[in-house]
Each structure stands twice: as C-alpha cells, then as structure tokens.
C-alpha cells in the first residue's frame, strides 16, 4: 500500500459511511474479515467485541446504523504501513475515534483496490473519568 492508496481507501471508506450505503461499506471487508470494537461489545451483549465474518460483520453494521441513525465521520489523519492502515476520525457525537486495519489488495475488483483482511480494530478514546483516576503526577 502507498501513501496516496492509504488516503484514497480512507476517503473512500469514510464516504462509504457517511452514505449509510450497506453494500458500500461492505466492499471495504474481506469475507473472512474479523472486526473487534468496543461498540461492537455494547451493541451485540458481547464483551469480546469480535464478530467474524463478513455476513455477521454485515448484521453488525445494521443494527449500527439502526441505532446510531446520524452517524457521520470527519476525517482527521490517515497512518499506513505495506499491509495496514489506521484511520484517526471525529464521530457524529464530535469524539475522536480509530481504527487499525489489516489490508490486503482486492482480487479483480477496481473499487476498491485494497480490502480490509483479515482484522480490523476500532478503538474509542478512554474515559476523562477513567484518565483523571489514573493519571501521573510529576512533582
């Protein structure tokens, strides 16, 4: 992956979001992605996080968008590495969130070239609550 294929998938997932479009989004996901997220946690009762597969991965997303029906992201940053990929976005609700990617090039498909496979990470800032109990003093 290169720096100008890391900012075209960014933008191109971003927007893929941002429309809401189901089959959009799911272009962006291998068949055998695993997605670990903490709002997939608190969504599916399940305190791994994990869902696996591209048609759980699909449920997923759905009751995602039921729930969360202005969801919209702003991107901030894009990071790359040969084979991954991490998004630095605002939400909808003006939070800084992440996501590390596992990427892997499309098989004979244009749009879009690379594909998240097999794992991705969502990650949500801690908790100012969290952070003030466990900062360090420097005295």
Same mark, same amino acid.
């Given at each position: 992956? $290169? ?44 305190? =791994?996080? $994990? ?59 244009? $749009? ?22 466990? =900062?360090?003093?420097?005295?």
């Amino acid at each position: 992956m $290169t720096g100008i294929e890391a900012h075209t998938f960014a933008r191109d997932w971003i927007a893929a979001w941002n429309s809401h479009d189901l089959g959009a989004i799911m272009s962006h996901y291998a068949p055998e992605v695993v997605l670990t997220s903490p709002v997939a946690a608190r969504l599916l009762g399940d305190p =791994s996080g $994990t869902v696996a597969g591209k048609e759980a991965l699909l449920g997923y997303f759905r009751r995602g968008l039921q729930v969360y029906p202005n969801l919209a992201f702003m991107l901030l940053e894009v990071m790359w590495g040969v084979s991954s990929i991490v998004l630095h976005y605002l939400n909808q609700n003006d939070i800084r969130c992440g996501e590390f990617m596992e990427v892997a090039a499309a098989p004979a498909c244009p $749009t879009p070239s690379w594909i998240i496979a097999p794992r991705a990470y969502a990650m949500m800032p801690i908790d100012e609550r969290v952070r003030a109990s466990t =900062s360090v003093r420097r005295d």
